[in-house]
């Protein structure tokens, strides 16, 4: 990467055992930030608190990291005081700084990264109007390599360090022809040398979100360390439900088992258990993990039996647009997987003919609403829960023998005990095509030439005779349990219901241009895929009568064949289906393409 003609010059400064960064200045309405480790270059193993002490209140949303970022909306003085601790021992000091008037960039956002992480930054857009001439360089610090497929979010990763060390990125660009630019401050910290095979790539440092939880100690090695070797065992890490018992309602029990890269996710998590869980589905099926990780990096989603946890991206949590700043917008390792298949899949969920989630481009800065959050979330949740109760349901938690978890699941499965084998051995799915293609798809797999040769009208026919609701299900058996119970637990709970539909493959792919083949809304109530919706919905959660929800279910939708993904938005069901919205009108939204989140990590 460039380096800048004109270095950056940061202010150090090192009092009371920490070293502090500040930017060589700092200008009103633009992305800022202070920066602090140790003295030694050394805060791994240490908590960070900050808290603003003089100036003009303001909007921190990220006090629980190394670096404090902020804007400040007018000129003047503030003042900072930064905390860090571990058991042994505290440093505490105070920082002053200075916001003048100015006109500059604003690069989102000056964070902490660990050495080899992937990390990505964004340009802000001002009022809407993108940057003219955009460039960047490293104006202090280590090199790095940066991708700018999209120069508006490059990414990088970040290089090695002996210890903690500032790296400084800066932007130029062009607005209405003046001349602009901002320096973005990232901290790289030094780790402790991966000696994990689980995880062999670095992961963001984390920490318990209750800091007085009694898991406390051992959240972190047992679920989210480069130094994880081997499962940690039910006496150390139970299952929640082995702990609460009949109590599922408990959610203190849950939060106690929360692990963040920053305090905004759990407390958004727990806002939403406590708003938006009227029939304690969620806490229920929370039982059936040892915690729940919320991480700047987690992408996708997961269940992992190894560990009994849930990983969750916070791309399905952020409110506001800080909060959403802090989110790491490295792709989905799997994106590229089947490229040279001539159809697509996509889905969505929708309600009273229109899209139940709104989507909200990040360059626009808009914050969204809990309520917003829960068709996206409760999905993801109704989903991974569903694989850790598919594996370790609420009936077996008192007989459960270790000594971990992994050591059960192996005996389960062999023994074929998990719901998702009673699924495959009763009522299993039968399209040999579909699986195939599912491994190339979503596991990588090579194409054959006849694969490739597909059309969607070929797919159409392998994939709706069959009773799958998704392509996803084709990709594992435990995949296959968990779309079945997704599907029909938003539809039954929240009246939310999904689209799937096989597609052409356009050079260029949107909403408006891709055409659709063959469609459903609903399927989840098509004849051939009730019975195994009941089944599995009746072994993860047996206080509900799989069969009466899935007979209650509206029933399934057909698409019209020959018409966009947008236009098949307002389907009716030739019983006076309220058509709320005209296609024309409906902004579109990113084409979300099947299984692109959420695999569960046998």
Known sequence: MTRCSEQSSPQLLSRDGIRLYQQSQYLANQQSSVVATLSDGQSRGYQ?????????????????????PFVASSSGDYGFQVTIENAEHQY????????????????????????????????????????????????????????????????????????????????TGTINGVPLSDDVSLLITDEAAITSSYFDTAVARTHSYRADSPWREVLQRCVYSNQLTSSCTLNTL???????????????????????????????FEAFLNNLDPHSDF?????????????????????????GAIYLDPEELWLTAAQRDTINEAPDYRAAYGENLQFLVPWRYVKNNDYASIYRSPALRQSRSLAEVEP??????????AHANDYFPRSIHGSLQGPTLLDEYNRRSANKAL???????????????????????????????TETSYLPADVAGFFSPDSANDFYNYSTSREDAAMLFEEAMMSYRLGIQRDVAITDKPAVVSSSTVTVS?????????????????MIIDYLMPELDGAAIEAALPPPVAMRTGESWLANLVLSSGKNTPQLVSPMKVPEQPLRLSGDRHPAVQ
């Open 419 to 449: 719901g998702s084998d009673q699924l495959t051995q009763t009522l299993p799915l039968q399209s040999a095509e579909m699986q195939s293609l599912a491994g190339v798809r979503f596991l990588g797999d090579s194409a054959t030439a």
């Open 376 to 385: 996206d979330l409760a999905s993801l949740l109704y989903h991974e829960l």
């Open 48 to 68: 960070f608190q900050w808290q603003q002490t003089s100036g003009t209140p303001l909007t921190l949303t990220v006090t629980d990291n190394p670096v404090l």
């Open 518 to 534: 063959w469609g459903q809304r609903g399927r989840i109530a098509e004849p051939a895929v009730q019975p195994r919706a009941a």
């Open 238 to 268: 139970p299952l929640i439900g082995q702990e609460t018992a009949e109590d599922a309602s408990d959610t203190t029990a849950i939060m106690n088992r929360v692990l963040v890269s920053h305090d905004w996710m759990g407390q958004n």
């Open 92 to 171: 505490s000091t105070t920082v002053n700084i200075s916001v003048a008037d100015g006109d500059g960039l604003s690069v989102r956002q000056d964070h902490q990264a660990v050495e080899g992480a992937n990390v990505s930054l964004r340009l802000d857009r001002r009022n809407g109007s993108a940057v003219q001439n955009i460039g960047w360089c490293i104006a202090y610090g280590p090199d790095v390599t940066l991708d700018l497929d999209d120069a508006e979010v490059p990414l990088f990763t970040a290089p090695q360090v002996n210890s903690d060390s500032l790296l400084i990125v800066r932007a």
């Open 283 to 307: 806490a229920k099926l929370l039982q059936s993990v040892t915690a729940i990780v919320i991480s700047d990096d987690v992408r996708p989603s997961f269940y992992w039996v190894v560990t």
